[in-house]
């Protein structure tokens, strides 16, 4: 069983509308930005295989007229599968809100450190217990920047939308521990560190 893919929370947005002032009866706008890291790790022991997929991020919101919004937080999977058996033995998730020093990303997006622990809960035995995670992120590789742009049409109007992403891959090591368990003992290169701006704005027609 090969783990899922973690997907962005949030993609990079920063906003353009090209119809005069004169034209719009109505809208609204917002934006969401900040720094993000994920980490996939996969081992094999015998029959066993095992995987964390975690993910963690800042987040600065801003929805006009009121005053910007912050938040962080970090979320983990983890799994063990029996391949011999086709069995899953071990299929938890969960989620923290982080305290100011718990996640750290450098500006340049040349490292990241995570430092909390995460009560996940067992889909298997729907049990409930803590996860000990201690993570660093060191990149590998240079700012890839994607950006994209969507508009989306209805009836009475449109929303525009356009997304801007720096990205650095990135290898992940360090601790995510149940009891006395580390479940991930190796390094992984499946990991990355970015930086995403989202902005939309939905414009409504006269009628």
Do not use: Y
Not at 94 to 116: I, M, Q, R, Y
Not at 174 to 185: A, C, L
Request: overall charge negative.
């Amino acid at each position: 069983m090969k783990p899922m893919a973690l997907v962005s929370l949030t993609t990079a947005f920063a906003l353009t509308v090209m119809l005069p002032v004169a034209a719009w009866a109505g809208g609204s706008s917002a934006t969401i930005s900040g720094p993000r890291a994920q980490a996939a790790f996969d081992t094999t022991n015998g029959c066993l295989e095992t995987f964390v997929e975690l993910q963690a991020e800042e987040v600065v919101s801003h929805d006009p007229p009121g005053p910007p919004g912050a938040r962080s937080e970090a979320s983990v999977l983890l799994g063990v599968f029996d391949n011999c058996t086709s069995t899953s033995l071990l299929n938890g998730f969960g989620s923290v809100v982080l305290a100011p020093l718990d996640f750290h990303v450098e500006k340049t997006l040349t490292s990241a450190t995570l430092n909390t622990t995460i009560n996940v809960f067992d889909f298997v035995s729907n049990t409930s217990f803590d996860v000990s995670v201690n993570l660093t992120w060191t990149s590998t590789g240079q700012i890839e920047t994607l950006s994209d742009r969507t508009l989306i049409r209805f009836p009475g109007g449109f929303t525009n939308i356009r997304s801007t992403s720096n990205t650095r891959k990135a290898v992940a090591t360090g601790r995510v521990v149940v009891g006395t368990t580390n479940f991930t003992p190796d390094p992984t290169p499946f990991a990355s560190i970015f930086n995403v701006r989202t902005g939309f704005a939905t414009v409504f027609f006269p009628q």
